[in-house]
T-cell receptor, first 116, second 110 residues
């Protein structure tokens, strides 16, 4: 068990539009979900941490009004990139954690966003 | 802040052993991880080690931890073409945040 899915796997949108990415834990309840951004040939940068039913905690430098995170249930978190611009093009990866003990995070397959 | 560093590239011959090195700065690290990322995919946890251990072996994978020098390594024995990927070293302390290194791209030559 411990499968995490993301939808869509890739998306192309026009500049100025908003894009929603879903992250689901398929066979477990995720107390915490994380959103990362990965630029080509670079590491994962943590954007925010979200716990079900509470506001997400954003990392320094991440605009909370641009990257809206909703964690409405123990199996679903969404990231909405509002008014996307070409510089938002990136690979977005979510992860989910069952407990806060070992800090093991189970990663989704990622969503590639291209903003034209 | 916390930092994790690793070399960007490693090339090995098929059948040889691969050794990927990593250094970190957080002295309060509790867990250290190795993740594998294949092209266009998410991260797969390969193995992890508690900070109070100095070695962990799992089939072809051997993790060595030198806590004094804050140095972590991943050895892959009998490297195969399917091992081609980017390998990320990562650490976490008591907080839930995981800090990732920049990744080492492992390429296998025949």
């Amino acid at each position: 068990g411990a499968v995490v899915s993301q939808h869509p796997s890739w998306v192309i949108c026009k500049s100025g539009t908003s894009v929603k990415i879903e992250c689901r834990s398929l066979d477990f309840q995720a107390t915490t979900m994380f959103w990362y951004r990965q630029f080509p040939k670079q590491s994962l940068m943590l954007m925010a941490t979200s716990n079900e039913g509470s506001k997400a905690t954003y990392e320094q430098g991440v605009e909370k009004d641009k990257f809206l995170i909703n964690h409405a249930s123990l199996t679903l978190s969404t990231l909405t990139v509002t008014s996307a611009h070409p510089e938002d093009s990136s690979f977005y990866i979510c992860s989910a954690s069952k407990t806060s003990g070992r800090n093991e995070q189970f990663f989704g397959p990622g969503t590639r966003l291209t903003v034209l | 802040g916390e930092d994790v560093e690793q070399s960007l590239f490693l090339s090995v011959r098929e059948g040889d052993s691969s050794v990927i090195n990593c250094t970190y700065t957080d002295s309060s690290s509790t867990y250290l991880y190795w993740y594998k990322q294949e092209p266009g995919a998410g991260l797969q946890l390969l193995t992890y080690i508690f900070s109070n251990m100095d070695m962990k072996q799992d089939q072809r994978l051997t993790v060595l931890l030198n806590k004094k020098d804050k140095h972590l390594s991943l050895r892959i024995a009998d490297t195969q073409t399917g091992d081609s990927a980017i390998y990320f070293c990562a650490e976490s302390s008591s907080a839930s945040k995981i800090i990732f290194g920049s990744g080492t791209r492992l390429s296998i030559r025949p």
